[in-house]
């Protein structure tokens, strides 16, 4: 079972650049989130998506985009990276809102030069 | 505001028990959460309360009290895989959103 994968697993990537961050989860979760953990500063969510069809906004979500076509995948853009984009994205997944559990990827760590 | 606080660091000995806290001030509450995080590994899901008291599972236990605003994760018969982060959450309760609020992690280092 792969439960939640997410591509790249790592990536440098140029200033001004656009990147896509993958995630596809195989357990049929309605609810997806994005986060991004930088040291000092915890987990913080950039944005989540309650079900297919809609998503909305974290507590960091400046300079990034999703969208939820389907319920398997839900990719993070970042339209023009910068350096303080740099960290670990964390993309997770829970049977719905009120579930108990999210389930986390295994991270992409990204660097903005 | 939404503030969880933690300690950053803790060390303690193999075999013993510990406790970390938490404390948290947030607009909404819909439940209180403990992760765990080894270095470069994703967060995996230890506990959950929702209501005032003690949940038992296994060598952790997990208690909270929505009138302090406080949680605390106890972790007994410490093992050397006990190193790791641990992160406290708050589900936001404002809305139907799943949305967890994190404290910063307690980075646990067990030593022999």
């Known amino acids: 079972t792969a439960g939640i994968t997410q591509a790249p697993t790592s990536q440098i990537l140029a200033a001004g650049r656009s990147m896509t961050l993958r995630c596809t989860q195989d357990?049929?979760?309605?609810?997806m989130y994005w986060y991004r953990q930088d040291l000092g500063l915890g987990l913080r969510l950039i944005h989540y998506s309650n079900t297919a069809g809609t998503t909305g906004k974290g507590e960091v979500p400046d300079g990034y985009s999703v969208s939820r076509a389907n319920t398997d995948d839900f990719p993070l853009t970042l339209a023009s990276a910068v350096p303080s984009q740099t960290s670990v994205y964390f993309c997770a997944s829970s049977a719905g809102t009120s579930a108990n559990e999210q389930f986390f990827g295994p991270g992409t760590r990204l660097t903005v030069l | 505001g939404q503030n969880i606080d933690q300690p950053t660091e803790m060390t303690a000995t193999e075999g013993a028990i510990v406790q970390i806290n938490c404390t948290y001030q947030?607009?909404?509450?819909?439940?209180l959460f403990w992760y765990q995080q080894h270095a470069g590994e994703a967060p995996t899901f230890l506990s959950y309360?929702?209501?005032?008291g003690l949940e038992e599972k296994g060598r952790f236990s997990s208690f909270l009290s929505r009138s302090k605003g406080y949680s605390y994760l106890l972790l007994k018969e410490l093992q050397m895989k006990d190193s790791a982060s641990y992160l406290c959450a708050v589900r936001d309760g404002s809305g139907n959103t799943g949305k967890l609020i994190f404290g910063q992690g307690t980075t646990l280092q067990v030593k022999p």
């Open positions: 947030t607009s909404g509450f819909n439940g």
């Open positions: 357990m049929r979760h309605n609810a």
């Open positions: 309360n929702v209501l005032d």
